[in-house]
């Protein structure tokens, strides 16, 4: 069984790679979707991993499909669905790295993922059980996560959430924020950028933010804060832990990088979240920083993703 499993989106980012010479925008195919980049991050960093998904019955379904296996996740909760195709992401590349999405999701593979798809011996088996936000924009997907969850929470299994908003992919703000603050209440690791902070809780200060989410029920919070590092925060206080200064090329994936990286010291220390002691989840936060400053030096998420040669380097 895997340590770290994981649920949600798996698709194709068409990540913008320059122009032709007629001046048309040019773009790579690139493996993606927060929750399966989390699942390679911690496979490639040397953890047991499996991911939980639904892919369409075509050439992009089967490159997503060889792409995890290649990376070491185990695939047995990857569906194939012959009814609707791969969902896509065209992602364009700012001068700074980060990144604007436009999505191709109407008939897409990733939220048809349904109750009866879910592997729940693969949850129960788990340390750590992972999901998003995007699986909850629309049914079935919203059900089959929330059941996914509950199914951990009723066994004993770490619950880690990451809200990842995505504008385009939600009706309208307030849906959003009614949904992913509901999946809130499974949470013992949740994880939002400082972006998501009003979303979340309704507070933009980020210390602020991170208390309120430990006070509603997880057991540590850990606020991104880009290049200035991140900070967590338990029932005993808070931490700022700095980041590294690199040129950024690429933001795709970076904190799907950390997140992996987090979960798995977490993983790896045998304590349940609520006997990690602050030092230690801002030692966790500190190896996490360091990889997701490797990724973002690289092009597109999964294949900038970090070895844990690579992390202990910028260590």
């Given at each position: ?11 194709i ?6 122009t ?22 911690v496979?490639k ?36 669905d012959?009814e ?95 949904h ?64 590294y ?10 904190g ?28 966790f ?10 990724c ?20």
């Amino acid at each position: 069984m895997a340590d770290i499993v994981t649920l949600g989106e798996l698709l194709i980012d068409f990540t913008s790679v320059g122009t032709n010479e007629q001046g048309q925008l040019l773009f790579a195919r690139n493996p993606g979707g927060a929750p399966a980049n989390v699942a390679v991050a911690v496979a490639k960093l040397g953890g047991s991993s499996a991911f939980i998904g639904k892919i369409g019955s075509d050439m992009h379904g089967d490159f997503l499909r060889s792409t995890l296996q290649e990376n070491g996740v185990d695939c047995d909760g990857l569906v194939t669905d012959p009814e609707h195709f791969t969902t896509l992401a065209f992602v364009s590349i700012r001068d700074d790295g980060e990144r604007e999405f436009s999505f191709a999701r109407k008939h897409g593979a990733d939220k048809m993922l349904c109750v009866d798809d879910i592997p729940v011996d693969k949850i129960n088996g788990s340390t750590i059980f992972h999901f998003g936000s995007v699986s909850l924009t629309d049914e079935p997907s919203r059900n089959a996560t929330l059941f996914a969850a509950k199914t951990a929470e009723l066994s004993g299994v770490t619950v880690a959430y990451d809200p990842n908003y995505r504008a385009s992919l939600w009706e309208n703000e307030a849906t959003a924020i009614l949904h992913m603050r509901d999946a809130l209440r499974f949470a013992d690791l949740v994880k939002v950028s400082d972006e998501e902070t009003l979303l979340l809780t309704g507070e933009t200060d980020f210390r602020k933010a991170a208390e309120i989410l430990v006070e509603s029920g997880a057991k540590i919070a850990v606020v991104t804060l880009g290049k200035d590092g991140a900070y967590v925060c338990t029932k005993s206080g808070g931490a700022k832990v700095d980041g590294y200064k690199v040129n950024a090329v690429d933001c795709t994936g970076a904190g799907d990088s950390f997140w992996g990286a987090f979960l798995l010291k977490v993983a790896q220390s045998g304590k349940t979240p609520s006997e990690i002691t602050l030092d230690e989840a801002a030692d966790f936060a500190r190896f996490a920083n360091a990889a997701a400053s490797v990724c973002v030096e690289g092009s597109g998420a999964i294949p900038s993703l970090p070895s844990i040669e690579d992390i202990e380097k910028r260590l």
